[in-house]
């Protein structure tokens, strides 16, 4: 009987990636105890989160489990489902609180958006891939047009930070295919070139967030608070914190947002600098070791599609941590792992599982 037990554990474990997997709990474990305090010890709450914890898990544990070769074969079908649903959206969504981001398909209302955070490195990781042999700059000008049609749709909704994070992802597959410096340059001097143009292009509430950054006083109990608190949250926390359940800015109801966009404020402001130190080494930990699958996988769609997921889960943190720092404007990106929330939790967890899969399965396709 032992034996079959650990046949059948060997078999569910094997295409885990140990380092990268106990890193991972020990964020969401860090997750939950920030969100018990954030939450003012409310056990519905991180009940609940931990039931997102095992849902994304077992997303994860599913993808680990794909070879790379079936999502090669599904990259493309993906994308393209993806964008039909982002033009229903555009066409057919719900408007709640002034966006249109969700699709009511009977049951129960989906945000295609989300598909397009895996979906838009899948497609174009396939498109490379498909062109290897001979790659060329309009290979890259073809995948920037893929990139820019979802990416619009979604700033039309208008959802900025998801919008922000799928950029990202596909300007990476972009870079490690090999997009020359010069052209990052010359894209970036136009970038810069037409910034009045998108200014005069964002929304109002867009204009004001940046604003907001420039000088969060201006308005200091309504767009600038945010910006406010979180910072003072942040300095007030010190060198070693004012210790887990005991912060004022947190319980005394003055962070807004606290369990979700805001976290990292509740959590710098409980356990300090030091503490802010020990979850940065946790997140390079996970980046760091996301790299060396990168560096490791064996043929150009696995290393560009692990290479974006990595530097996307980079992006998110950066992103999340200069937003409530006051360093960045306020969009809407959580902490990941360590916000409350399941759709952005299980995403994650899904390019994760799909890295794992890239890393245990690299001797297998060599062969």
């Given at each position: ?11 569910a ?63 493309f ?8 649903l ?54 890259h ?121 805001f ?14 130190l020990?979850?940065?080494?946790l ?8 790299l ?76």
């Open positions: 009987m032992s034996t079959v037990i650990r046949r059948i554990g060997g078999y474990t094997r295409h885990l990636d140990g380092p990268l997997l106990g890193m991972l709990a020990v964020l969401m474990l860090t997750g939950l105890l920030v969100l018990y305090s954030a939450s003012s010890a409310s056990v519905p709450r991180v009940s609940g989160q931990f039931i997102n914890m095992l849902v994304a898990l077992a997303v994860m544990w599913v993808f680990a489990n794909v070879p790379p070769h079936y999502l090669l074969r599904l990259a079908p993906v994308y393209f489902v993806g964008v039909a982002l033009l229903a959206v555009a066409l057919f969504g719900e408007v709640i609180q002034g966006a249109r981001r969700w699709l009511d398909v009977g049951v129960t209302r989906i945000q295609p958006s989300e598909l397009m955070k895996i979906g838009v490195p899948l497609a174009l990781a396939w498109y490379f891939e498909r062109h290897e042999a001979a790659l060329k700059l309009r290979n000008a073809v995948a920037a047009v893929m990139l820019l049609v979802p990416v619009a749709l979604i700033l039309r909704q208008p959802d900025l930070g998801t919008a922000v994070l799928i950029a990202g992802s596909g300007f990476f597959v972009l870079f490690l295919a090999g997009l020359s410096w010069r052209v990052i340059a010359g894209l970036a001097a136009a970038a810069l070139a037409s910034l009045p143009l998108a200014w005069s292009a964002l929304h109002d509430y867009q204009r004001q967030r940046v604003l907001t950054l420039l000088d969060p006083m201006q308005d200091p109990l309504g767009a600038g608070y945010h910006t406010i608190q979180s910072t003072i949250a942040v300095g007030s926390g010190g060198l070693f914190g004012k210790g887990w359940m005991n912060g004022t800015q947190t319980h005394l109801d003055f962070i807004p947002e606290r369990t979700t966009d976290v990292f404020a509740v959590y710098s402001e409980e356990f300090g600098l030091f503490g802010n020990v979850l940065l080494a997140f390079l930990f996970v980046i760091s070791r996301g060396v699958i990168t560096a490791n996988a064996p043929t150009l769609f696995t290393r560009l599609l692990a290479g974006a997921i990595t530097l996307t889960f980079f992006t998110y943190a950066f992103v999340n941590m200069g937003m409530v720092s006051g360093v960045l404007p306020v969009v809407g990106v959580p902490l990941p792992l360590i916000s409350y929330g399941g759709t952005s939790l299980v995403s994650i967890c899904l390019g994760f599982g799909i890295l794992m899969s890239i890393a245990t399965r690299k001797k297998l396709v060599q062969t």
